[in-house]
């Protein structure tokens, strides 16, 4: 596979990922509201859904995005690539806390209000944001 596939699968996967990264926090808004068994039962069903369909789309994600820096050697040895690797990784972990935070909803232990959530759904933007910067603009520091 040339290098303009595996980077246009690695965009389509990491633009699909954050497309849940960016909902999933949303539902939790609405579920942190919910007071309506069937309408918490119901969220929890697209939370549940929704982190089992983004999960593999990550996975691809990630995998097309070493085989850019491992093969290719895109970015490799430059700041602004070390950069994105650590954002990378800050947002492996979001997904991580998103799935902890949807065990807590189903085990009904959750401690976080909707307004919590509102600043949680921010994060995947501002890692976005930055990610974006560092590939386009390619800072030096």
């Not at 596979?1 to 389509?12: N, P, Q, S």
């Not at 070390?82 to 189903?106: D, M, S």
């Not at 933007?125 to 390619?138: D, E, P």
Request: hydrophobic content about 55%.
């Amino acid at each position: 596979m040339g290098y303009l596939w595996v980077k246009t699968f690695h965009i389509l996967f990491m633009v699909s990922w954050f497309a849940g990264l960016f909902y999933l926090p949303r539902i939790y808004v609405n579920l942190a509201q919910a007071t309506d068994p069937k309408n918490q039962a119901l969220l929890l069903g697209m939370a549940g859904r929704l982190y089992r369909f983004m999960t593999p789309l990550g996975v691809l994600a990630l995998i097309f995005g070493l085989w850019l820096y491992l093969y290719y050697k895109i970015g490799w040895g430059d700041n602004w690539m070390h950069a994105k690797l650590l954002l990378v990784i800050g947002l492996v972990i979001f997904h991580g806390v998103c799935r902890h935070y949807l065990r807590q909803f189903e085990l009904g232990k959750m401690q976080h209000g909707h307004v919590f959530f509102r600043w949680f759904n921010e994060i995947p933007v501002l890692i976005l944001l930055a990610i974006t910067a560092l590939v386009v603009i390619k800072p030096y520091f």
